[in-house]
């Protein structure tokens, strides 16, 4: 269903590359190689409840599924997000969701109760042995990702139950007042920063940002939840903010600020139309999620403005009324639609995932396409483990395994085309999606492309996603003509590399 068309002048040549189709829409693919943007840092996940997971199941398991996130032949990622647990009561009743009860690095002592036992400075009341799953998850990506690649960023959802109002680390009664005890954000920064210096040194790793408050400024967390999450207002958010900065110089440690992990860009702007200079000039990195694209050009701007690095640092999505199937083409087509609006709007410096890794929908009838692989976490840790990868994976390896760190993306005409290139020039990477029901011809000018000489060849490779390819390479080809033409399969991720051919 692809074939690849070269033309010089008048003449025009089909090379039959790949069998063709007749029906297909024409796309100008217009790419504007002039107007590119920073090095692009790369892709990634959040670890929290999946790695809290998988990272006690056997070395087989566990090691399968970081070769597939963070392997040369999975998704090739290089960032993660480490969440830094907050930790509810030994005493509370289980209520959070599976892998979301993620342990704190305290310990109570013996006989205490209540949320006034905590001392920081008696050794004895940290606990360095706790979170080992999600560590195994720290150590498996660092002996995985280049260092020069590897960027980790640490991230809390909630304050130890001690430090909450509710004394619960899912939010307070009150879904819009804050959890955080008064008075209690130095402490909680200190709580941070204490954790990250330890992981650091324990795991010879660096963090570079630390995120203190997650999705902050919405209605969504509250006592009775199932995950660990805060609301947090702009004074409460500008609060922790300082004290965290405070605490890294004091720990002398090189971590950044990172926030505010808003769930959109418009309560994103909010927030950040409430904090003082002052505040704006502690924090090193933009984080927004893109749970609703409305606004996130506004977001581009004010991390232009204030220069300041700018991630989409979660997103994941499920199509309405789209139960659980791992070879329907509709959540990959609107996760790799997603990644490119994206892209285009917010101008992201880095992509992260949400879950990687999610629990498999027990009752089909209400089930969900959350996830790029999923697995039964019913199963125990020594059981028999099944991996299943969906659609979702593939599409994100169309974008992953080919716009790699310090690509650059440049402007595309194209509102379902990214492009991407290379730092020396001699790779362009286009992804392309295409949710319609026809098949279409991307046209190029070949003799635009970066580094290209006159007369010198081409080679054109496509990969493609849809329902009877995963990321597959199904062309490839060198070309000198100055005109070029790709088609790609209808409902289809594909993925167009363009490389300087032999001399």
């Given at each position: 269903?692809?074939?690849?068309?070269?033309?010089?002048?008048?003449?025009?040549?089909?090379?039959?590359?790949?069998?063709?189709?007749?029906?297909?829409?024409?796309?100008?693919?217009?790419?504007?190689?002039?107007?590119?943007?920073?090095?692009?840092?790369?892709?990634?996940?959040?670890?929290?409840?999946?790695?809290?997971?998988?990272?006690?199941?056997?070395?087989?398991?566990?090691?399968?599924?970081?070769?597939?996130?963070?392997?040369?032949?999975?998704?090739?990622?290089?960032?993660?997000?480490?969440?830094?647990?907050?930790?509810?009561?030994?005493?509370?009743?289980?209520?959070?969701?599976?892998?979301?009860?993620?342990?704190?690095?305290?310990?109570?002592?013996?006989?205490?109760?209540?949320?006034?036992?905590?001392?920081?400075?008696?050794?004895?009341?940290?606990?360095?042995?706790?979170?080992?799953?999600?560590?195994?998850?720290?150590?498996?990506?660092?002996?995985?990702?280049?260092?020069?690649?590897?960027?980790?960023?640490?991230?809390?959802?909630?304050?130890?139950?001690?430090?909450?109002?509710?004394?619960?680390?899912?939010?307070?009664?009150?879904?819009?007042?804050?959890?955080?005890?008064?008075?209690?954000?130095?402490?909680?920064?200190?709580?941070?920063?204490?954790?990250?210096?330890?992981?650091?040194?324990?795991?010879?790793?660096?963090?570079?940002?630390?995120?203190?408050?997650?999705?902050?400024?919405?209605?969504?967390?509250?006592?009775?939840?199932?995950?660990?999450?805060?609301?947090?207002?702009?004074?409460?958010?500008?609060?922790?903010?300082?004290?965290?900065?405070?605490?890294?110089?004091?720990?002398?440690?090189?971590?950044?600020?990172?926030?505010?992990?808003?769930?959109?860009?418009?309560t994103f702007i909010r927030n950040w139309q409430a904090?003082?200079?002052?505040?704006?000039?502690?924090?090193?990195?933009?984080?927004?999620?893109?749970?609703?694209?409305?606004?996130?050009?506004?977001?581009?701007?004010?991390?232009?403005?204030?220069?300041?690095?700018?991630?989409?640092?979660?997103?994941?999505?499920?199509?309405?009324?789209?139960?659980?199937?791992?070879?329907?083409?509709?959540?990959?087509?609107?996760?790799?639609?997603?990644?490119?609006?994206?892209?285009?709007?917010?101008?992201?410096?880095?992509?992260?995932?949400?879950?990687?890794?999610?629990?498999?929908?027990?009752?089909?009838?209400?089930?969900?396409?959350?996830?790029?692989?999923?697995?039964?976490?019913?199963?125990?840790?020594?059981?028999?483990?099944?991996?299943?990868?969906?659609?979702?994976?593939?599409a994100m390896a169309n974008f992953s395994r080919h716009?790699?760190?310090?690509?650059?993306?440049?402007?595309?005409?194209?509102?379902?085309?990214?492009?991407?290139?290379?730092?020396?020039?001699?790779?362009?990477?286009?992804?392309?999606?295409?949710?319609?029901?026809?098949?279409?011809?991307?046209?190029?000018?070949?003799?635009?492309?970066?580094?290209?000489?006159?007369?010198?060849?081409?080679?054109?490779?496509?990969?493609?996603?849809?329902?009877?390819?995963?990321?597959?390479?199904?062309?490839?080809?060198?070309?000198?003509?100055?005109?070029?033409?790709?088609?790609?399969?209808?409902?289809?991720?594909?993925?167009?590399?363009?490389?300087?051919?032999?001399?």
């Open positions: 269903m692809l074939a690849v068309l070269v033309a010089s002048g008048a003449t025009s040549v089909m090379a039959q590359v790949c069998p063709t189709v007749t029906a297909a829409q024409d796309i100008d693919v217009r790419p504007d190689y002039t107007r590119t943007g920073k090095p692009f840092e790369g892709w990634g996940t959040a670890l929290a409840w999946f790695a809290n997971v998988t990272g006690g199941y056997p070395d087989p398991v566990r090691n399968r599924l970081a070769d597939l996130l963070y392997g040369e032949q999975g998704l090739r990622w290089n960032i993660a997000r480490y969440n830094i647990g907050g930790g509810n009561a030994p005493d509370i009743r289980p209520y959070l969701r599976k892998g979301a009860d993620l342990p704190g690095f305290w310990r109570r002592p013996a006989g205490a109760s209540g949320q006034d036992w905590w001392r920081p400075d008696d050794a004895a009341m940290w606990d360095w042995s706790a979170d080992a799953r999600q560590r195994w998850w720290l150590d498996a990506i660092r002996d995985r990702v280049d260092n020069k690649a590897l960027i980790l960023e640490a991230f809390s959802n909630s304050p130890p139950y001690f430090m909450t109002q509710s004394g619960l680390v899912s939010g307070n009664d009150n879904r819009l007042d804050n959890n955080i005890k008064p008075g209690a954000s130095s402490a909680f920064a200190d709580y941070l920063v204490r954790v990250t210096a330890r992981l650091e040194q324990s795991h010879g790793v660096h963090f570079r940002t630390l995120s203190p408050v997650n999705e902050p400024a919405t209605p969504y967390w509250h006592a009775k939840n199932t995950q660990e999450g805060s609301h947090w207002t702009p004074e409460a958010q500008q609060e922790v903010i300082v004290a965290t900065a405070k605490a890294l110089g004091k720990a002398g440690l090189k971590t950044r600020v990172a926030a505010m992990d808003e769930t959109d860009s418009l904090y003082t200079p002052e505040t704006r000039a502690l924090i090193g990195q933009l984080n927004v999620h893109s749970y609703d694209t409305f606004g996130q050009t506004g977001v581009r701007d004010i991390a232009s403005s204030s220069n300041i690095r700018l991630w989409m640092s979660e997103n994941d999505l499920s199509p309405q009324n789209v139960r659980q199937d791992f070879d329907d083409m509709r959540p990959p087509l609107a996760l790799a639609e997603r990644i490119t609006l994206d892209l285009k709007k917010l101008k992201p410096a880095a992509w992260v995932f949400w879950q990687a890794v999610e629990n498999v929908s027990p009752d089909p009838q209400h089930s969900s396409n959350w996830g790029l692989i999923k697995m039964d976490y019913s199963v125990p840790d020594e059981g028999e483990h099944t991996i299943t990868i969906s659609r979702k994976y593939y716009i790699r760190p310090g690509y650059r993306l440049f402007e595309v005409a194209d509102m379902d085309t990214t492009g991407a290139v290379s730092p020396d020039g001699k790779t362009v990477v286009f992804v392309h999606v295409n949710a319609g029901p026809y098949a279409r011809n991307l046209k190029l000018l070949r003799q635009n492309l970066p580094s290209m000489k006159v007369g010198q060849a081409s080679h054109v490779e496509l990969y493609v996603t849809d329902a009877a390819h995963e990321a597959a390479r199904l062309c490839g080809d060198n070309l000198t003509a100055s005109e070029m033409s790709v088609q790609v399969p209808p409902q289809s991720i594909s993925t167009l590399v363009i490389t300087q051919a032999p001399s």
